[in-house]
């Protein structure tokens, strides 16, 4: 049988790999996964990703071992332009639970998000929701006898920056590991007043889509 060709050790990292060398030979490079993130921003910015995306799509560009398993993770993508600023980012969407309870599904971000709660409770979840273009949220929120409720995907970092007064303020997610810079960033800031404040995961314990994917593809191929 025939022995296959050692990879050229001291070959441009950056050429394609050469005629009958699989592509899952070939690593991946720090440099290549930092452009496959900032490719993913410049989607996002475009409305092509969700919140919930971009965080498991960066988490899984630094997963990606090989090439391969790097191109796939956006192949759906466009090659795309990051826009212009927008300059001021004013009118945040606000949500009020005013002696009642309100629940809303996917809100929009692109400005931030206010949430207040008086003699009832808020429960935002957002996943699913469009990420906004520079990857970052702020969240204010305002508990006063009642509760609001943000529920976020896994691989977000949040920043908790709230007072609280005879109130409870939590955060039960899990640290994402990525790099501080590129991560998608959640700040909460606000007030809970007799209420509480609580920031959490739809579900407490699960692998995400894209760490999955790695894990299953790597599986078929060993």
Known sequence: MTQPQRPDLHKDPAAPPATGTSSRSVLASDAEREDMVERLREATAEGRLTLEELAERSEAAYLARTREEL?????????VTPPESAGSTTGQRSFRALFGDIVHHS????????????????????????????????????????????????????????????????????????????????????????????????????????????????????
């Not at 009832?120 to 702020?138: F, I, K, M, N, R």
């Not at 943000?150 to 920056?161: A, F, K, Q, S």
């Not at 700040?187 to 889509?209: M, N």
Request: with cysteine; charged share 25%; hydrophobic share 40%.
């Open 71 to 79: 191109l796939s993770i956006g192949e759906d993508l466009p090659h």
């Open 107 to 222: 809100p929009s971000l692109e400005h931030g998000i206010e949430a207040t709660a008086v003699f009832g409770d808020v429960t935002l979840d957002l996943c699913a929701s469009p990420a906004p273009p520079t990857g970052e949220l702020t969240v204010t929120a305002r508990a006063l006898i009642g509760d609001v409720h943000l529920l976020l995907p896994e691989g977000v970092r949040v920043e908790m920056n709230c007072g609280n007064v005879f109130g409870d303020v939590r955060d039960l997610t899990r640290a994402h590991s990525g790099p501080e810079a590129v991560t998608p960033r959640v700040r909460v800031t606000g007030s809970a007043v007799l209420g509480d404040i609580i920031v959490a995961h739809p579900s407490s314990d699960r692998r995400t889509y894209w760490q999955k994917w790695l894990d299953e593809r790597r599986g078929r191929a060993a």
